[in-house]
């Protein structure tokens, strides 16, 4: 199981650089090789699968039983990363970066998937005690200006 399907690579990448990629070694290639594509996305799968368990409230909720749009954004752009990591792009190496900095702050519950069942969380540390003072200003009550 993956978040993500063919076809979306297709849509987001364009098909000649999904063929290109998964077809390294052939110029010529007019089809995606899916078996080259579902291993790399095995690989991404497994990774985003490994990061967003460390959360108990995601953990929980794993398998998904609908799709999570931004585990398959995450699946894309790491998907196309293992594709050509010899020769990534400067913007490819990039968008793997901030997924799995996104990822890795899902797992530590810092950043929320979005689902019901998953809401944001914060941390104990980091919360602020808000209250609200009453004064009244240099120019008194305006009401009547």
Partial sequence: MTYAIAQDFIDN????????????NNAAAI??????????QNKAFALINGLIANCPEV????PFSQPVPLLT?????ITRYYLDSTLAREDVRKRFEDAVS?????????????????PPTVQESTAVE???????????DLHGY
Avoid at 13 to 24: D, K, M, R, S, Y
Avoid at 59 to 62: E, I
Wanted: net charge negative; aromatic share 6%.
């Fill in 13 to 24: 990448f364009g098909l000649h650089e999904i063929v290109a990629l998964t077809n390294p």
């Fill in 31 to 40: 089809a995606v090789d899916l078996a080259v594509l579902g291993a790399n």
């Fill in 59 to 62: 953990r929980s909720l794993m």
């Fill in 73 to 77: 954004a995450y699946e894309l752009d």
């Fill in 102 to 118: 996104q990822l890795k702050m899902i797992g530590r519950c810092e950043l929320s998937l979005g689902l019901i069942g998953n």
């Fill in 130 to 140: 808000v209250g609200v003072i009453e004064t009244v200003g240099f120019f008194g």
